[in-house]
């Protein structure tokens, strides 16, 4: 059964770069069909999509936080990795890894069980 | 880019009724693009529904989803007291994924 567990530390400080490790487990991160991402969802609010990549390295973010943000994968590891850059308080969220059907079909069926990440001094 | 907007904000029913969810679009987009999550607090969302109106895995047959074009329907036919939980409905479009607000389903 495949799954997904993030790790990181879950206290950032304000202008620092967060970062965070998804390990996959019970399936292969390089198979073919499946992006994996991340996913956010600050306190009390909705989600909202960061971005994901291909066991190639293809990767797609979202617009709004582009300029902050790389995704990047490690197959041999079966994990991949989100670095989010000049961080203030609005990236305070839960963070969740997710795998992304991206053919035919378009939409996240293994979901990780979230890490909080609170940006403070 | 295309939003979503999920209503009614907030659905207030009994166990037993019947809930009806609706997003809308700003823009047309693909049956094959449109899924519905459930999420409960302190948990992860769940897929729940793909291609707006597939069943996902292990997702009981009370749920079912409708609708193409701009507006989709997630239906509950018969709510159970695990139900009870927020709703979201998700597009994908320009290589980009987006989730509507929500639809919070309480406890009448």
């Known amino acids: 059964q495949l799954q997904l567990q993030e790790s990181g530390p879950g206290l950032v400080k304000p202008s620092e770069t967060l970062s965070l490790t998804c390990i996959v487990s019970g399936g292969s991160i390089s198979s073919s069909s499946y992006y994996w991402g991340w996913i956010r969802q600050p306190p009390g609010k909705g989600l909202e999509w960061i971005g994901n990549i291909y066991n190639s390295g293809s990767t797609y973010y979202n617009p709004s936080l582009k300029s902050r943000v790389t995704i990047s994968v490690d197959t041999s590891k079966n994990q991949f990795s989100l670095k989010l850059s000049s961080v203030t308080a609005a990236d305070t969220a839960v963070y969740y890894c997710?795998?992304?059907?991206?053919?035919?079909?378009?939409?996240?069926?293994?979901w990780g069980k979230g890490t909080t990440v609170a940006v403070s001094s | 880019e295309i939003v979503l907007t999920q209503s009614p904000g907030t659905l207030s029913l009994s166990p037993g009724e019947r809930a009806t969810l609706s997003c809308r679009a700003s823009q047309s987009v693909s049956s094959n693009y449109l899924a519905w999550y459930q999420q409960k607090p302190g948990q992860a969302p769940r897929l729940l529904i793909y291609g707006a109106s597939s069943r996902a895995t292990g997702i009981p047959d009370r749920f079912s989803g409708s609708g193409s074009g701009t507006d989709f329907t997630l239906t509950i036919s018969r709510l159970e007291p695990e139900d009870f939980a927020v709703y979201y409905c998700q597009q994908y479009g320009s290589s980009q994924f987006t989730f509507g607000p929500g639809t919070k389903v309480d406890i009448k």
């Open positions: 997710a795998r992304h059907r991206t053919y035919g079909y378009f939409y996240m069926d293994v």
